[in-house]
């Protein structure tokens, strides 16, 4: 019954919230909020709650890319977080939100990975970023994203005594150079819709994710939904998202 009153609230050019088809919720963002982590944050996006952490380990770089350091991204779906998500493994949703949210900060070259090999093809500093779900309530990629990237913004590479690592002292910032923003925009009934709620996502046709960089460099796209997507409304929708992208990187600084 709720997503059939959401639907036909959309035909009629109205939200359930009484929302503009292109305003986001309320967005908050809170940086170290972890003590232990050597970055994190946590957003909301009206109820949508994630929480981003960071941790910075000593390893080895991978064999086709000798002279860099290491990125990694996982979700955790609480089971608290929505009654679907249960405990044990990461599921579907979980292993995509992470690839998104991994490709998004990998193609637009946002950390200097460079900058984080120590000894080329032996030893380079591992960036972590464990995502962690603990409300959802619709918009979970746009939200996992900002929490990610403002976790990466606030964390510091830990201290490097010879082979030890001393996380009580900081030698700099991790190399941070560009803020990827990412941006969902859901097609339904003919009409374009930016941060959909849970109810809302329920309903929507299909969707494109667009990862856009501080010079308005496109450097990610992810499709979703069973509808296909002409090329006009693809083009409209990534107008969209660089346009509303400088609304949400105007909320980091």
Same mark, same amino acid.
């Given at each position: 019954?709720?997503?059939? +009153?959401?639907?036909?609230?959309?035909?009629?050019?109205?939200?359930?919230?009484?929302?503009?088809?292109?305003?986001?919720?309320?967005?908050?963002?809170?940086?170290?909020?972890?003590?232990?982590?050597?970055?994190?944050?946590?957003?909301?996006?009206?109820?949508?709650?994630?929480?981003?952490?960071?941790?910075?380990?000593?390893?080895?770089?991978?064999?086709?890319?000798?002279?860099?350091?290491?990125?990694?991204?996982?979700?955790?779906?609480?089971?608290?977080?929505?009654?679907?998500?249960?405990?044990?493994?990461?599921?579907?949703?979980?292993?995509?939100?992470?690839?998104?949210?991994?490709?998004?900060?990998?193609?637009?070259?946002?950390?200097?990975?460079?900058?984080?090999?120590?000894?080329?093809?032996?030893?380079?500093?591992?960036?972590?970023?464990?995502? +962690?779900?603990?409300?959802?309530?619709?918009?979970?990629?746009?939200?996992?994203?900002?929490?990610?990237?403002?976790?990466?913004?606030?964390?510091?590479?830990?201290?490097?005594?010879?082979?030890?690592?001393?996380?009580?002292? +900081?030698?700099?910032?991790?190399?941070?150079?560009?803020?990827?923003?990412?941006?969902?925009?859901?097609?339904?009934?003919?009409?374009?819709?930016?941060?959909?709620?849970?109810?809302?996502?329920?309903?929507? &046709?299909?969707?494109?994710?667009?990862?856009?960089?501080?010079?308005?460099?496109?450097?990610?796209?992810?499709?979703?939904?069973?509808?296909?997507?002409?090329?006009?409304?693809?083009?409209?929708?990534?107008?969209?998202?660089? &346009?509303?992208?400088?609304?949400?990187?105007?909320?980091?600084?």
């Amino acid at each position: 019954m709720e997503e059939k +009153y959401a639907l036909e609230l959309i035909e009629n050019g109205k939200r359930i919230d009484e929302r503009g088809f292109k305003d986001f919720r309320k967005i908050e963002i809170n940086r170290n909020v972890i003590p232990k982590a050597e970055g994190s944050a946590e957003v909301k996006f009206g109820d949508t709650h994630i929480i981003a952490g960071i941790k910075i380990e000593l390893g080895e770089p991978f064999d086709d890319t000798p002279n860099e350091g290491v990125l990694s991204v996982s979700t955790e779906f609480t089971p608290m977080a929505a009654p679907e998500f249960e405990s044990g493994p990461p599921g579907e949703d979980a292993i995509e939100l992470s690839r998104v949210v991994d490709r998004g900060i990998r193609e637009s070259k946002c950390i200097e990975l460079e900058k984080l090999c120590i000894t080329p093809g032996e030893k380079a500093w591992c960036v972590f970023i464990d995502i +962690y779900v603990i409300s959802h309530q619709g918009n979970l990629l746009d939200c996992a994203a900002l929490a990610a990237l403002s976790a990466l913004l606030s964390a510091r590479i830990p201290k490097l005594d010879g082979e030890k690592v001393i996380r009580t002292e +900081y030698q700099g910032k991790l190399p941070v150079v560009f803020k990827p923003i990412t941006i969902t925009i859901g097609k339904v009934a003919n009409r374009f819709i930016l941060d959909p709620t849970f109810v809302e996502g329920n309903v929507l &046709e299909s969707k494109l994710t667009v990862c856009i960089r501080d010079d308005d460099n496109i450097c990610a796209l992810q499709k979703q939904g069973r509808m296909g997507l002409a090329i006009e409304e693809i083009e409209e929708m990534v107008d969209i998202a660089i &346009e509303k992208s400088k609304e949400i990187r105007g909320l980091l600084k």
